[in-house]
């Protein structure tokens, strides 16, 4: 069994990207990221202060617009329509989720799809189920480049998504469509998940629930990602994966931390990078 250590990964590609945001800086550019945040979810501020911090240490400009959870729809519309006019911002991002009066399609939506680097926008979802550039989802991108640098190719593989949300599941079906596997995708009313997982070569998991993808789950030799994000009650943070015992079956297994999770935020610097280079 090997560990697909994302946190390395993401390490090198964010030395890469540095290297790329002071080639902008000599023509003139600084790459610019504005991050809304709507309320005081705690581990959405933790993940908008992980990529704060990502952001200046690749030398990106992050400006976050925090805004208490009982704001109005049609302020957060008009804050999107000055970034969108911005000249000096890149990428837009709208942490997520926010509060139930607000009608998120709407609110990314009005993103401009050149700034979508979370790959949010219809625009760039119909481009990625196309099979046509544009902004991809951070996390499944994330997922794809971890295998990638571990030479693990998807094509002709049997995959199987757990989870099938618009960020996560969805996304990660159309990158592994894309890449020629053959992919079933299951949800929380799949008659018996076990049926899909155990005969999967890949096995991607993204729904958040604890020890979900047991070892009687997956085959000898299966490739598991494990995408979800859970604290147990001791506060331990883990994935949807029993690691301990699913982990000796596996050729390849993603860690929680440190697997797809650092993947995630260096995807989200290359895309607003990229953004900016088109500038
Ligand atoms: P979501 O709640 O929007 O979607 C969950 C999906 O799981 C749904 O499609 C649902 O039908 C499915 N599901 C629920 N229970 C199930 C079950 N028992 N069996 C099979 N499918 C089931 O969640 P999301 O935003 O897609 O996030 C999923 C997980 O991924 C969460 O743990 C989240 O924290 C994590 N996440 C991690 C990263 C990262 O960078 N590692 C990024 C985004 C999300």
């Known amino acids: 069994?090997?560990?697909?250590?994302?946190?390395?990964?993401?390490?090198?590609?964010?030395?890469?990207?540095?290297?790329?945001?002071m080639a902008l800086n000599e023509k003139g550019i600084t790459p610019g990221l504005a991050v809304i945040l709507v309320g005081d979810d705690a581990a959405s501020q933790t993940y908008v202060k992980m990529k704060e911090k990502a952001c200046d240490a690749t030398g990106i400009y992050s400006i976050i617009h925090k805004m208490p959870s009982t704001i109005s729809q049609t302020k957060?519309?008009?804050?999107?329509?000055?970034?969108?006019?911005?000249?000096?911002?890149?990428?837009?991002?709208?942490?997520?989720?926010l509060p139930k009066h607000i009608d998120?399609?709407?609110?990314?939506?009005?993103?401009?799809?050149?700034?979508?680097?979370?790959?949010?926008?219809?625009?760039?979802?119909?481009?990625?189920?196309?099979?046509?550039?544009?902004?991809?989802?951070c996390t499944?991108?994330?997922?794809?480049?971890?295998?990638?640098?571990?030479?693990?190719d998807p094509k002709g593989l049997d995959a199987c998504v757990v989870g099938a949300s618009n960020i996560v599941g969805k996304p990660m079906m159309n990158l592994l469509l894309n890449a020629f596997a053959t992919v079933d995708i299951c949800h929380i009313y799949t008659k018996n998940l076990k049926e899909h997982t155990k005969k999967a070569d890949l096995v991607i998991v993204g729904v958040g629930?604890?020890?979900?993808?047991?070892?009687?789950?997956?085959?000898?030799?299966?490739?598991?990602?494990?995408?979800?994000?859970n604290k147990t009650s001791e506060g331990k943070i883990v994935g949807d994966v029993d690691?301990?015992?699913?982990?000796?079956?596996?050729?390849?297994i993603t860690p929680v931390?440190?697997?797809?999770?650092?993947?995630?935020i260096a995807m989200l610097l290359e895309n607003t990078i990229l953004a900016a280079q088109k500038r």
């Open 76 to 97: 957060i519309l008009e804050i999107i329509q000055m970034i969108n006019q911005n000249p000096n911002i890149d990428g837009v991002l709208v942490q997520l989720p």
């Open 1 to 21: 069994m090997q560990l697909l250590d994302g946190k390395a990964l993401s390490d090198t590609i964010k030395i890469e990207l540095k290297k790329e945001s």
């Open 104 to 137: 998120t399609t709407k609110i990314i939506e009005a993103i401009d799809p050149k700034k979508d680097v979370d790959g949010f926008h219809p625009f760039n979802v119909g481009r990625l189920v196309s099979g046509l550039d544009g902004y991809v989802p």
């Open 257 to 264: 931390p440190g697997g797809v999770g650092p993947m995630t």
């Open 140 to 152: 499944p991108l994330g997922v794809m480049r971890l295998l990638k640098a571990y030479n693990i």
């Open 209 to 229: 629930k604890i020890n979900l993808i047991t070892e009687d789950m997956v085959k000898e030799g299966a490739i598991v990602i494990d995408i979800g994000i």
């Open 243 to 252: 690691f301990e015992h699913v982990a000796p079956k596996c050729s390849y």
